[in-house]
Antibody, heavy 118, light 107 residues
Framework: EVQLLESGGVLVQPGGSLRLSCAAS????????MTWVRQAPGKGLDWVSLISGSGRSTYYADSVKGRFTISRDNSKNTLYLQMNSLRAEDTAIYYC???????????WGQGTLVTVSS | EIVLTQSPDFQSVTPKEKVTITCRAS??????LHWYQQKPDQSPKLLIKYASQSFSGVPSRFSGSGSGTDFTLTINSLESEDTATYYC?????????FGQGTKVEIK
């Protein structure tokens, strides 16, 4: 059974940094692209970033480019999102999801809440 | 950036009624369109991939159609457990984008 468990979400001040983790199990992690999608409170889904199975290719939404970095450690079956220069508008639940192809997401974690506020 | 516009934003329907949700893309995306269901306080779940391919384990009352710029998600014979928000998602070009969501409630 595929399991994705996000962690690292906390309350952080504007301008601060945070690293989210997503621990994966139940599938061959290195064979799949992975993604981060966020959801602001009461709002819709917002695509954040995508990384290839090898980790060599990464893609970002314009709103986070230059501030967020997606990475993965295939030896630890873990996906990361390094978030710098955080803004109030980054406040959201952050979901990691598995991508059998880079096109669609067939398994999602339960999400971790990031709150950016002073 | 490709903008996906869903209609309606909200729909209140009676059980066993047929539900149709549309998703229009701001430019042609072929069939690189996927549908997700998000129930209250839950993570999204994949329903349909590549416009019309049902995902494993999804009830047969859910179906998708369309190509190019116009897509449809149909729920035949709505059940109470289908109360949720439904999102379309395009992967034709980066950045990938989602529609704003359609909330479906049971009357």
């Amino acid at each position: 059974e595929v399991q994705l468990l996000e962690s690292g979400g906390v309350l952080v001040q504007p301008g601060g940094s945070l690293r989210l983790s997503c621990a994966a199990s139940g599938f061959t992690f290195s064979s799949h692209a992975m993604t981060w999608v966020r959801q602001a409170p009461g709002k819709g889904l917002d695509w954040v970033s995508l990384i290839s199975g090898s980790g060599r290719s990464t893609y970002y939404a314009d709103s986070v480019k230059g501030r967020f970095t997606i990475s993965r450690d295939n030896s630890k079956n873990t996906l990361y999102l390094q978030m710098n220069s955080l803004r109030a508008e980054d406040t959201a639940i952050y979901y990691c999801a598995k991508a059998p192809t880079p096109d669609y997401y067939d398994s999602w974690g339960q999400g971790t809440l990031v709150t950016v506020s002073s | 950036e490709i903008v996906l516009t869903q209609s309606p934003d909200f729909q209140s329907v009676t059980p066993k009624e047929k539900v149709t949700i549309t998703c229009r893309a701001s430019q042609s995306i072929g069939t690189s369109l996927h549908w997700y269901q998000q129930k209250p306080d839950q993570s999204p779940k994949l329903l349909i991939k590549y416009a019309s391919q049902s995902f494993s384990g999804v009830p047969s009352r859910f179906s998708g159609s369309g190509s190019g710029t116009d897509f449809t998600l149909t729920i035949n014979s709505l059940e109470s457990e289908d109360t949720a928000t439904y999102y379309c998602h395009q992967s034709s070009s980066l950045p990938q984008t989602f529609g704003q969501g359609t909330k479906v409630e049971i009357k």
